[in-house]
């Protein structure tokens, strides 16, 4: 089920163009101004400040101190939003709670304001 669900986020990011420009930038072993120009924030923000980097193909943001999948596709993201709020093993959690789960689990834009 687990792979399923990763390949599954992989092929996101070929739909994305902000994912793929970012998946080709961190596959090069050379810096691309030209790629990179393509970027837009907070993609850009996030590869100038090396935030970003890939494992098997999918994407992460590392933030502090712990790494986050990359999701792009709605769907997706509300399978996370549940799993966190209502993981059996973890009790009902406040928000405050939740969204720190969250922010430890996976990543898209706006997630914070979507949060709010």
Known sequence: MYIEFFNEVMK???KHKQCGILSQLLQQKYRSPELESQLEEPWLRDHNDNN???IDG???LREKHTSALTIIDRNYISLILQGCHDCPYMGHMSEDR???RVARTAWWCIWDQELS
């Open 52 to 54: 970003n980097f890939l």
């Open 12 to 14: 996101t990011y070929a």
């Open 98 to 100: 939740t969204k720190e």
């Open 58 to 60: 999918l994407l992460y």
